[in-house]
Each structure stands twice: as C-alpha cells, then as structure tokens.
C-alpha cells in the first residue's frame, strides 16, 4: 500500500482517480487546488503525488517546482497530468523531475499502471539512482514519441513538429499515405492536442459501408425512413458535435453522399436521412486516404469542391521504407507491448533478426511489422527473438517461394495472396470489415477475393 496525493480541479476526475486508487489498496488523499495539495503535504508523507498541469490557482509545474524545493523527508515522486499534452510541458516536467506524465482523456488502465510502475521503481531502487536513470529515460521517451506514435527519424520529427502546429487550430486536415503508416494515431494525436480534446473523437470508415449505410451512418435518420430504421438514431456529426470526426478512406465516399457532406462542412448544420429538422454540429473533420485524391478530382471521382473543403492542411504519413531509423526503435516498443498482452517473456530481438527487418521494404508499413512481431512472439520459444521466428527469406512474415514448386509467377502471387488474408481473417477474428482495414482493401474486394480463394464459410 503507498501515500497517493491525486491534485485535480475537476471533481468527477478527481473522485474518479481516488475511488480507482483506494480499490487497489492505496491511502489516497485528494487536493482541488495547488494551496490544498501543499497543505496536505505539509501535514503527511506521500509517495506520490499524481497531479493535473492546469489547476485553478497556478499549474502543476508550479506544485512541482514547490516540492522539490520544500526539502521534504521522503520526497514523493510526481506525475503530471495535462489536458493539452504538448511536448514542451512534459519535457519540461521531466527536466523539473517528474517520474512521468500523462495526456488527458486519460484511459484507466493505463493511469493505474502507470501508477503501479512509479511505485514499483520507487520500491525497488534507491532514490538517487532511479531519479537518474528513470528521467534519462522519459527524457528520451518524449523525444521519440507523441502520444502512440513511436519515431524518432527525422521525417517523424517533422511529423510531430506539424502536429503540434496543426492542433490548435480549427482547420481541416487531409492525411495521405500508404495503408499501415499510422494516419489514424496521428489523427488521434492531433485531436488529443486541440482544444476539442474534452470532446468525442468519432471515426468512420467510409469504404466500409454501401452508399444508403454511410448516409445513414453519418447524418443519422428518423424513424420510418426507410425499411429497418425502427427508431430515430443520431449520426457520427452529431455524436461528434464538440469534438472531431475523422472520415477514414475519404475517397471512397460515393458521388451523393459528397454533395451531402460538402452542406454540412459549409453550413455546419444537417437533416437526418427522411427528417426535416435542421441540426446544428460543431466538428472539427480530419480526413485520410491512400489514394491520390487529386487524382480523383481530375478523373471525375470526386468533387473539386469537397476537395479543397477537405484539403486546408495537407499531411502525409511517410511510408515505413522511408524512415529505416525507426525500424529498431518500433521492434523493441512492438516487443515490450505485445509481449505484456501475450504473457510471454522476450526480452529482445537477435542482431541477425534485427538485421534481416531492416532490409526489408515493408509494403504493409508500421501495421505489417507490428503483425510480424506479433507472430515472431506468439511463435518463440526462447527469451530473444532471432531469425527462426521470421519464415522470410528476404520478406518477413511471407514463406520462401519458388517458381520452379508453384509453376508460375501468378500462382506464387495468388498462394501469398491467400495466406495473407487468412492471416489477416485471424488478427481482425473473422470480421470482415476489420479484416478489409488490415489488408488495406474495400470490403466488397475483400468479398470477391474471399470467394475466389474459398475462404467463405
């Protein structure tokens, strides 16, 4: 059991996070405000204070720099919370001493565990040498990533450089980049780093639904308004009102509903499919594709004006093979995470694994490496991962083929072609939807490709 001291301003957070504490057995006391948190630090002795950035007599720098300048027996290790989450605070709380930080909307799981690790350290290390090691590492954790985004690359720099330009604004952004290079965290991190981020963040995959759905699915319908719609249910704009919708795969949103979509961002306001009342919305659209969506434009596909509605930012997503300086840095935070949620014990990855991953392109980006890591784990049977683990050849993941065993360049393609959507069919468990997103296809090729393989039920 440890001396928690939570320091937030917002009452629902605040009981929240000390109910979540005390279930698991800690002393907690709480503190609405900088005066009260030192008050009840003068009084007791904590291990840990967990407090919000902005409070509403002065910031959590301001608690921080206060204890660490107050001499206290026992000094309490300290971790930041803030609802803005830019880089220059949690850099500047690590410089100060903080054991870590945190971005607001927080995810219980992660608060509590983030909790338990400083308790941890704190129990098992002495202070001067965790302070050292602990910071030194946090230090050079927020250098290498922005929320989930892991990268320290140059061009993922520059990413995170333009993120941080791009939040605060109400503009929209277009995000551009092959399937698998992350669009939909960056556009996670964007939304996180606005002032919309006490607000939902709704997406819709726009290639996943035939035309009459996504109509539906966006601006929601009445009762009666068509065959099925047994009661009124709100749209994505209006579960999104406040905060920001994010259209996945913009490109394939069909001919009407663009006419439909170009009202709303104009107007800012909607009527639900068969209604007649108008709807005010606040949004903030953030949009990706792996298309050429100007390309789209010149061929007719979609309209010139939603385009440029769309366009106000554009953003792309460097493809994997053009920042090869992350490939280690991904394998290790890939390892550390899905060796936790498997149970299994690895501790790393062999240099001639590690060698053959950087050699190869990565057609399927940050998402196939994370799949290849997840397999390479689930089949290891050792504590290090090594080449064993990586049925490559050249290509991770993918069996050696040969022409001469399959008869012909098609019949090569057609059989990895097979594997891969089974692979993928088991990651998304059988959901077709999901199991499209992975691949990087529509859902009705998904279909067709299902069928020619026999792989329909």
């Given at each position: 059991m440890a001396a928690i001291l939570i320091v937030e301003d917002n009452a629902t957070l605040r009981d929240g996070l000390t109910q979540l504490l005390r279930t698991r057995g800690h002393a907690v006391e709480a503190a609405h405000s900088v005066a009260a948190a030192r008050a009840l630090l003068a009084a007791g002795t904590f291990d840990l204070v967990v407090s919000d950035y902005r409070l509403e007599d002065g910031t959590g720098i301001d608690l921080l720099t206060r204890i660490k300048q107050s001499g206290l027996a026992g000094e309490p290790d300290f971790i930041m919370i803030t609802g803005y989450g830019t880089i220059d605070i949690a850099v500047e709380s690590m410089r100060l001493g903080a054991w870590d930080f945190l971005t607001k909307p927080l995810d219980s799981d992660a608060f509590r565990m983030k909790v338990e690790k400083a308790l941890e350290v704190r129990a098992t290390h002495g202070e001067n040498r965790r302070l050292d090691a602990e910071n030194a590492y946090l230090r050079g954790e927020v250098e290498e990533r922005f929320g989930d985004i892991v990268g320290r690359s140059p061009q993922m720099q520059a990413i995170f450089g333009q993120i941080q330009k791009i939040a605060p604004t109400h503009s929209s952004v277009l995000l551009t980049g092959e399937s698998g290079t992350g669009k939909e965290l960056v556009a996670r991190a964007i939304h996180r780093q606005s002032p919309r981020a006490g607000g939902p963040f709704i997406r819709v995959n726009c290639s996943a639904l035939a035309e009459t759905l996504l109509e539906s699915e966006l601006f929601g319908h009445e009762r009666g308004a068509f065959t099925g719609a047994v009661r009124e249910r709100r749209g994505r704009f209006e579960l999104a009102h406040g905060g920001t919708l994010f259209l996945d795969e913009v490109a394939d949103i069909p001919p009407s509903v663009q006419i439909k979509l170009l009202r709303v961002l104009q107007e800012k306001e909607l009527e639900r499919v068969g209604g007649e009342r108008t709807i005010r919305v606040d949004v903030r659209i953030l949009s990706a594709t792996n298309r050429d969506l100007a390309a789209a434009v010149e061929s007719g596909g979609f309209r010139e004006d939603l385009f440029y509605r769309l366009h106000i930012v554009p953003l792309r997503i460097p493809p994997l093979r053009e920042r090869e300086g992350d490939i280690e840095l991904l394998v290790r935070h890939f390892i550390r995470a899905i060796s936790k949620e498997t149970g299994k014990r690895i501790t790393g990855i062999t240099d001639e694994a590690l060698a053959h991953l950087r050699s190869y392109p990565w057609p399927g980006n940050v998402r196939e490496l994370e799949n290849a890591i997840e397999r390479a784990i689930v089949l290891c049977d050792g504590e290090q991962l090594g080449p064993g683990e990586f049925p490559m050849g050249d290509a991770p993941g993918l069996a050696p083929q040969s022409l001469a065993g399959n008869g012909s360049l098609d019949g090569v393609l057609a059989q990895t072609e097979r594997r891969l959507i089974q692979e993928a069919l088991d990651k998304a468990?059988?959901?077709?939807?999901?199991?499209?997103?992975?691949?990087?296809?529509?859902?009705?090729?998904?279909?067709?490709?299902?069928?020619?393989?026999?792989?329909?039920?």
């Open positions: 468990g059988g959901v077709k939807t999901r199991t499209a997103e992975i691949l990087g296809i529509k859902t009705s090729a998904l279909y067709y490709k299902l069928e020619k393989y026999g792989l329909l039920p």
